[in-house]
Nanobody
Framework: QVSLVESGGGLVQPGGSLRLSCAHS???????MGWYRQAPGQERELVAA???????????SVKGRFIISTDMSTDSAKNPVYLQMNNLRSEDTAVYLC?????????WGQGTQVTVSS
């Protein structure tokens, strides 16, 4: 079992920055960690992901603005994952959910609200 706890959401003005963190409790290495987001009335969408070899993936609308990072290449099984979000836009407003993929199973965090508004 893997439990995930997010932090770092909040209210920010357009053009501002936030950094989300996701800590996990697993005792074995995670294959992939990342972030989804879901705005009211919209489908959940992948924002960014990183594999345990460091390969990253971003949705087109956040490329060049968001950076996902961690250090899953070490022996530690508890490295958190971070999402640095810069130049935020109103359309980035959503609940951001951390996820982890391990041995074919997906685990979710409880979500953290990000609101971009002036």
């Amino acid at each position: 079992q893997v439990s995930l706890v997010e932090s770092g959401g909040g209210l920010v003005q357009p053009g501002g920055s936030l950094r989300l963190s996701c800590a996990h409790s697993g005792s074995t290495r995670i294959d992939v960690m990342g972030w989804y987001r879901q705005a009211p009335g919209q489908e959940r969408e992948l924002v960014a992901a990183i594999t345990n070899s460091g390969t990253t993936r971003y949705r087109d609308s956040v490329k060049g603005r968001f950076i996902i990072s961690t250090d899953m290449s070490t022996d530690s099984a508890k490295n958190p994952v971070y999402l640095q979000m810069n130049n935020l836009r109103s359309e980035d407003t959503a609940v951001y959910l951390c996820y982890a993929l391990r041995s074919g199973e997906v685990y979710w965090g409880q979500g953290t609200q990000v609101t971009v508004s002036s």
